[in-house]
C-alpha cells in the first residue's frame, strides 16, 4: 500500500523569509511523488513532481522540492515566502510499480500562513 | 484554451435523494478521477475511468457510481445520499497513466441535509 504523511496542519512564516512544507511518503517500490496548490474555493493547481533523475525538482511560482530516498521525504521549499503562497498544499505519491494504475494518495494537506 | 469544469459549484439536497455531479474536460484525456475532500482526510479517490466505457472503484466507492460514455464526460452519481456524503467533489484528468500529472476541476460543494 501507499501512504502520504503531512506533519504539520499549519505552517506559518513572515513573508520573505524561506518556507518548508513537510512530507513523508510509504511505498513498496520507486515513488513519483507531487505537490498540489489549493487556493481558496478553488480546485487543485500542479506544482511540481519528482519521477526520477535529480533530487531537486524545480516548479512553478519558485517552489521546489528535494527528494530523499533515505528518509522517504519530499519536503517543499521556497527561498522567500511571498503573502500569496498563502493556501492548502498537498503532497501526493504513486508507487511506481502499481499496477493499479494512475492513482494517487494524498497527504491531508498543509495549510501555509505568510504574514506581512 | 483546454479546461476540466464541473457543475453544479453547489448543491444542497436531501437524504435519499438520488444526485448526479457533472464533468467535463476539453483537454481529450483517457484518465478521469472522482475525489472527494473532507477535513482531516485530504482527498480520497472515488472512481476512476481510463477510458470510454471503463470505470474502476476507489477508496471510497460505496454509495457512488460512474459512467464513462464519451471521452469529455464522466459524471458522479450518489444513488441515495447520506449525510454522510456532505462533502467537496473533484473532478480530475490525466493524459496518460503513470506518472502523469492530474488537473482538477474547481469543484462542487455538496450538502446533504
Known amino acids: 500500500a501507499q501512504s502520504v504523511a503531512q506533519p504539520e496542519d499549519q505552517v506559518n512564516v513572515a513573508e520573505g523569509n524561506p518556507l518548508t512544507v513537510k512530507c513523508t511518503y510509504s511505498v513498496s517500490g520507486n515513488p513519483y511523488l507531487f505537490w498540489y496548490v489549493q487556493y481558496p474555493n478553488r480546485g487543485l493547481q500542479f506544482l511540481l513532481k519528482y519521477i526520477t533523475g535529480d533530487n531537486l525538482v524545480k516548479g512553478s511560482y519558485g517552489f521546489e522540492a528535494e527528494f530523499n530516498k533515505s528518509q522517504t521525504s519530499f519536503h517543499l521549499k521556497k527561498p522567500s515566502a511571498l503573502v500569496s503562497d498563502s493556501a492548502l498544499y498537498f503532497c501526493?505519491?504513486?508507487?511506481?510499480?502499481?499496477?493499479?494504475?494512475?492513482?494517487?494518495?494524498f497527504g491531508g494537506g498543509t495549510r501555509l500562513m505568510v504574514k506581512p | 484554451d483546454a479546461e476540466i469544469t464541473q457543475s453544479p459549484r453547489h448543491k444542497i439536497t436531501e437524504t435519499g435523494r438520488q444526485v448526479t455531479l457533472a464533468c467535463h474536460q476539453t483537454w481529450n484525456h483517457n484518465n478521469m478521477f472522482w475525489y472527494r475532500q473532507d477535513l482531516g482526510h485530504g482527498l480520497r479517490l472515488i472512481h476512476y475511468?481510463?477510458?470510454?466505457?471503463?470505470?474502476n472503484k476507489g477508496e471510497v466507492s460505496d454509495g457512488y457510481s460512474v459512467s464513462r460514455s464519451n471521452t469529455e464526460d464522466l459524471p458522479l452519481t450518489l444513488e441515495s445520499a447520506a449525510s454522510s456524503q456532505t462533502s467537496v467533489y473533484f473532478c480530475?484528468?490525466?493524459?496518460?497513466?503513470?506518472?502523469?500529472?492530474?488537473?482538477f476541476g474547481p469543484g462542487t460543494r455538496l450538502t446533504v441535509l
Open positions: 480530475a484528468s490525466s493524459e496518460y497513466r503513470g506518472s502523469d500529472t492530474q488537473y
Open positions: 501526493a505519491v504513486r508507487d511506481m510499480n502499481n499496477n493499479a494504475g494512475n492513482m494517487l494518495t
Open positions: 475511468s481510463y477510458g470510454v466505457h471503463d470505470t
